[in-house]
Protein backbone atom coordinates (compact mmCIF):
# COMPACT_ATOMS: atom_id res chain seq x y z
CA UNK A 1 0.00 0.00 0.00
CA UNK A 2 1.56 3.37 -1.09
CA UNK A 3 2.21 5.88 1.74
CA UNK A 4 3.49 9.20 2.18
CA UNK A 5 4.69 10.58 5.34
CA UNK A 6 5.10 13.68 6.13
CA UNK A 7 7.20 15.29 9.28
CA UNK A 8 9.07 18.27 10.49
CA UNK A 9 5.72 20.85 10.98
CA UNK A 10 5.39 22.63 13.94
CA UNK A 11 5.36 26.34 15.06
CA UNK A 12 7.96 29.11 14.23
CA UNK A 13 8.55 32.61 14.62
CA UNK A 14 8.41 34.86 11.59
CA UNK A 15 11.93 34.68 9.96
CA UNK A 16 12.74 31.30 11.17
CA UNK A 17 13.25 28.05 9.74
CA UNK A 18 11.57 24.67 9.38
CA UNK A 19 12.51 21.69 7.07
CA UNK A 20 9.53 19.16 6.35
CA UNK A 21 9.98 15.67 4.78
CA UNK A 22 8.29 13.50 2.99
CA UNK A 23 9.02 9.47 3.19
CA UNK A 24 7.25 7.78 0.76
CA UNK A 25 6.41 4.13 0.26
CA UNK A 26 6.00 3.95 -3.71
CA UNK A 27 7.36 1.50 -5.93
CA UNK A 28 9.84 2.79 -7.60
CA UNK A 29 9.90 6.26 -6.29
CA UNK A 30 12.14 7.73 -9.01
CA UNK A 31 9.52 6.93 -11.48
CA UNK A 32 6.96 10.13 -9.68
CA UNK A 33 7.34 13.65 -9.79
CA UNK A 34 6.96 15.01 -6.44
CA UNK A 35 5.58 18.20 -4.93
CA UNK A 36 4.45 20.18 -1.97
CA UNK A 37 1.54 21.96 -1.34
CA UNK A 38 -0.03 23.89 0.88
CA UNK A 39 -3.70 24.84 2.26
CA UNK A 40 -4.59 27.52 4.79
CA UNK A 41 -7.54 27.93 6.23
CA UNK A 42 -10.33 29.16 3.62
CA UNK A 43 -8.13 28.78 0.89
CA UNK A 44 -7.70 26.31 -2.06
CA UNK A 45 -4.68 23.80 -2.35
CA UNK A 46 -1.98 25.44 -3.87
CA UNK A 47 1.27 24.10 -4.98
CA UNK A 48 3.95 25.38 -3.31
CA UNK A 49 7.08 23.26 -4.75
CA UNK A 50 7.71 20.65 -8.02
CA UNK A 51 10.54 18.36 -8.29
CA UNK A 52 10.36 16.22 -11.28
CA UNK A 53 11.99 12.71 -12.03
CA UNK A 54 14.96 14.43 -13.73
CA UNK A 55 15.35 16.84 -10.74
CA UNK A 56 14.20 19.94 -12.28
CA UNK A 57 12.47 22.52 -10.06
CA UNK A 58 9.81 24.82 -10.07
CA UNK A 59 8.40 27.23 -7.08
CA UNK A 60 5.35 29.06 -6.46
CA UNK A 61 5.88 32.91 -6.73
CA UNK A 62 5.37 33.54 -3.26
CA UNK A 63 8.43 30.97 -2.20
CA UNK A 64 10.98 31.46 -4.62
CA UNK A 65 14.35 32.63 -3.08
CA UNK A 66 13.45 30.99 0.56
CA UNK A 67 12.44 27.37 -0.08
CA UNK A 68 14.26 24.83 -1.51
CA UNK A 69 12.64 21.57 -2.69
CA UNK A 70 15.31 18.14 -3.26
CA UNK A 71 14.71 14.82 -3.38
CA UNK A 72 16.60 11.17 -2.26
CA UNK A 73 15.85 8.52 -4.50
CA UNK A 74 18.11 6.25 -2.75
CA UNK A 75 16.41 6.78 0.31
CA UNK A 76 12.97 7.47 -1.08
CA UNK A 77 12.57 10.63 0.65
CA UNK A 78 11.31 14.53 -0.30
CA UNK A 79 12.04 17.10 1.72
CA UNK A 80 11.42 21.32 1.61
CA UNK A 81 13.82 23.31 3.35
CA UNK A 82 11.67 26.83 4.53
CA UNK A 83 13.73 29.73 5.04
CA UNK A 84 12.93 33.38 6.35
CA UNK A 85 9.33 32.04 7.08
CA UNK A 86 6.53 34.50 6.66
CA UNK A 87 2.61 34.55 8.93
CA UNK A 88 1.43 34.33 5.44
CA UNK A 89 3.56 30.42 5.07
CA UNK A 90 0.79 29.24 7.87
CA UNK A 91 -0.90 26.52 6.53
CA UNK A 92 -1.07 22.24 6.26
CA UNK A 93 1.95 20.84 3.42
CA UNK A 94 0.89 18.13 2.21
CA UNK A 95 3.34 15.58 0.56
CA UNK A 96 2.50 14.96 -3.61
CA UNK A 97 3.50 11.84 -5.67
CA UNK A 98 2.51 12.23 -9.47
CA UNK A 99 2.84 9.24 -11.39
CA UNK A 100 0.82 10.30 -14.32
CA UNK A 101 3.94 11.14 -16.92
CA UNK A 102 4.94 7.06 -16.45
CA UNK A 103 1.21 5.69 -16.30
CA UNK A 104 0.63 5.39 -12.59
CA UNK A 105 -1.26 7.49 -9.75
CA UNK A 106 -1.14 10.21 -8.05
CA UNK A 107 -0.76 10.32 -4.09
CA UNK A 108 -0.95 12.57 -0.87
CA UNK A 109 0.01 12.44 2.23
CA UNK A 110 -2.01 13.42 5.67
CA UNK A 111 -0.08 16.98 5.92
CA UNK A 112 1.77 18.38 8.40
CA UNK A 113 0.50 21.66 10.09
CA UNK A 114 2.96 24.59 9.73
CA UNK A 115 2.55 27.49 12.06
CA UNK A 116 4.14 31.13 11.69
CA UNK A 117 3.61 33.49 14.47
CA UNK A 118 5.29 35.21 16.88
Known amino acids: QVQLVESGGGLVQPGGSLRLSCAAS????????MGWYRQAPGNQRELVAF???????NYADSVKGRFTISRDNAKDTVELQMNSLEPEDTAVYYC????????????WGQGTQVTVSS
Open 51 to 57: ITRGGRT
Open 26 to 33: VSIFSLYD
Open 96 to 107: NADGRATGRFTY
